[in-house]
């Protein structure tokens, strides 16, 4: 296995705000990361791809200059929601596969629960 | 159509028995399959990997693979109610780590 962490947990912010939030990869090393969002009661939805040392490919319809990913190193990747809205309120989740791992299986981060108010 | 089919449910099993769920995928070139738990307010947590066709079993949980069938699925023996959660079957295509989600099986499992 492998594990990966998410810090804060949760957080509260005002309106207009930026959120900053950390996944990282505590036992191994994760050139890549994914960025999920999740709403009550709705699936995943994989909003990027973070990758270590170049830029993040973002999926279609996610907004690059709201949801800025910074890889810096092989355990650290940051997603910060700028200028956060009410409708940003969501349960963001990151993943990292373990390439030691032959099979690549993803571990996901505990998640961070944003409320924007 | 979708690319990861799942049983939405909810899918309701008497404790002691076998939970199956199901997931189709559209994709031919899927090569790595993945059941995650996720409890509510939860991260998902990987429970099985699959890779080649056929049966593989951890504890209580087996996955099934046919690949000509297009089909995964995730057996839970001996359910028990702490087994209650949604299920997620999650797909990849080879040499590419970005997975595919289904929507989700909600399982509850009945004392």
């Known amino acids: 296995g492998a594990v990966v962490s998410q810090h804060p947990s949760w957080v509260i912010c005002k309106s207009g705000t930026s959120v900053k939030i950390e996944c990282r990869s505590l036992?191994?090393?994760?050139?890549?990361m994914f960025w999920y969002r999740q709403f009550p009661k709705q699936s995943l939805m994989l909003m990027a791809t973070?990758?270590?040392?170049?830029?993040?490919?973002?999926e279609q319809g996610v907004e690059k200059d709201k949801f800025l990913i910074n890889h810096a190193s092989l355990t650290l990747s940051t997603l910060t929601v700028t200028s956060a809205h009410p409708e940003d309120s969501s349960f963001y989740i990151c993943?990292?596969?373990?390439?030691?791992?032959?099979?690549?299986?993803?571990?996901f981060g505990p998640g961070t629960r944003l409320t924007v108010t | 159509q979708k690319e990861v089919e799942q049983n939405s449910g909810p899918l309701s099993v008497p404790e002691g028995a076998i939970a199956s769920l199901n997931c189709t995928y559209s994709?031919?070139?899927?090569?790595?399959f993945f059941w995650y738990r996720q409890y509510s307010g939860k991260s998902p947590e990987l429970i099985m990997s699959?890779?080649?066709?056929g049966d593989k079993e951890d504890g209580r949980f087996t996955a099934q693979l046919n690949k000509a069938s297009q089909y995964v699925s995730l057996l839970i023996r001996d359910s028990q109610p702490s087994d209650s959660a949604t299920y997620l079957c999650?797909?990849?295509?080879?040499?590419?780590?970005?997975?595919?989600f289904g929507t989700g099986t909600r399982l509850t499992i009945i004392p």
């Open positions: 993943s990292a596969p373990n390439r030691a791992e032959i099979s690549y299986e993803q571990y």
């Open positions: 036992d191994f090393q994760a050139t890549t």
């Open positions: 973070s990758n270590e040392g170049s830029k993040a490919t973002y």
């Open positions: 994709d031919r070139v899927s090569q790595s």
């Open positions: 699959i890779y080649s066709n």
């Open positions: 999650a797909v990849a295509i080879f040499g590419n780590e970005k997975l595919t």
